[in-house]
């Protein structure tokens, strides 16, 4: 059982329990997800079975879309609506200046990570510290807003469509927002509507994974790992340059489209997808793997 599966994952789990319980659903060791929702947040997250696993390094630098909604005047710990209150303020804010603030947060921006993250600090995730009351520097890291369109205007509530690059956190972009304005403010709710080319529409909630596990179906819904690579080129190999392409030989083209670096899916002699490929020169342009996925 090999590919990826598009699930739904619903809020009040995490990225972590979804991969345990379709592991027990699956019967499968090898299964891993790309990309980690909070635990209140929900929607499109990857998981991946079987020799797919060996794909979730390139689906993590995919970019983000995402549902959120801003509540103004309060601030929290966790920069969501499930930490503890820090502050609150009158949160009697115009649209204009909604507008205005939000638009400040487009293009190029950089983010301190919040404390309640699993990024590590000497082998200690954050947020294991944050919950001993543990505060420490972090180094702001720059993100990308590719846009941001207001959804609708509520009082003190403000929901949003956002489209990220990797490592943005929408908690911290909501948080920032407040401070923006001179309010505060926390994500009150997350729903993540798309990640690289996989989208909210194309998803299966882990209910049906399990019933299409139970009919035997399971196999069928698995999306292909080569479509991760539908941008990129491709060559097929004859049954002879395969077997010394994946035991590790340089394999020598005469493709005169191909240039040094250029990243390839490659073939196998009976055209089933079964690697990654990179083109290097030495005395001429060879193909060296990159990543096999047999």
């Known amino acids: ?152 205007i509520n009082k003190d509530k403000v929901l949003f469509d956002v489209k990220c690059s990797k490592g943005t956190y929408i908690r911290t972009l909501c948080a920032d927002m407040g401070k923006k304005l001179g309010c505060g403010g926390h994500m009150s709710f997350l729903l993540r509507t798309a990640a690289g080319g996989f989208t909210l529409d194309t998803s299966l909630t882990i209910q049906q994974v399990e019933e299409y596990a139970k009919n035997g179906e399971i196999a069928s819904k698995l999306i292909k790992v080569e479509s991760v690579f539908s941008d990129l080129n491709h060559i097929r190999m004859s049954a002879n340059q395969f077997k010394l392409f994946i035991n590790g030989v340089f394999v020598k083209t005469s493709n005169t489209l191909l240039k040094e670096g250029d990243i390839l899916k490659v073939y196998d002699h009976n055209n089933k997808f079964s690697a990654i490929g990179e083109v290097i020169r030495r005395d001429s342009l060879y193909i060296k793997s990159k990543k096999q996925f047999i």
């Open 1 to 152: 059982m090999n590919g990826i599966i598009n699930v739904l994952k619903p809020p009040g789990m995490t990225s972590f329990d979804v991969v345990g319980y379709l592991r027990r659903i699956l019967k499968t060791k090898k299964i891993g997800h790309t990309g980690t929702l909070d635990p209140a947040a929900c929607g499109v997250l990857l998981v991946c079975v079987g020799n797919a696993t060996k794909a979730i390094e390139f689906l993590t630098d995919d970019n983000k879309r995402y549902t959120a909604e801003l509540t103004l005047g309060i601030e929290t710990d966790t920069q969501d609506s499930t930490g503890q209150i820090l502050s609150c303020k009158n949160a009697n804010i115009s649209a204009e200046s909604i507008k205005e603030a939000i638009e400040f947060f487009k293009g190029d921006i950089l983010q301190i990570p919040p404390m309640y993250s699993a990024i590590k600090l000497n082998g200690k995730k954050l947020y294991e510290l944050a919950r001993q009351g543990i505060s420490v520097e972090r180094e702001a890291r720059k993100v990308h807003i590719y846009f941001i369109e207001i959804l609708s």
